[in-house]
């Protein structure tokens, strides 16, 4: 039965891949990120990511020293 759906999932995902690229390729569409790089909104973006990072290390280090310190304490 697993087997059947494998293959199963698989044709649908391969009948999907088809619609997906006989969509019209001929009509003029913008790039999404032209569009946010045109704007400035494409750097607003790239930063905000950035930040949302450093935070994370920054939240991870200090977890780190507070399991290190509770390791020597215990």
Do not use: H, W
Request: one cysteine or more; proline letters at 1%; a positive charge.
């Amino acid at each position: 039965m697993n087997k059947l759906r494998n293959i199963a999932c698989t044709v649908a995902l391969c009948i999907i891949q088809v619609y997906v690229f006989a969509q019209d390729t001929n009509a003029k569409t913008e790039d999404p990120t032209d569009f946010m790089r045109s704007e400035g909104k494409l750097y607003v973006v790239m930063a905000v990511v950035v930040v949302i990072l450093i935070g994370l290390f920054i939240y991870l280090i200090n977890l780190d020293r507070k399991i290190k310190a509770l390791e020597k304490k215990g």
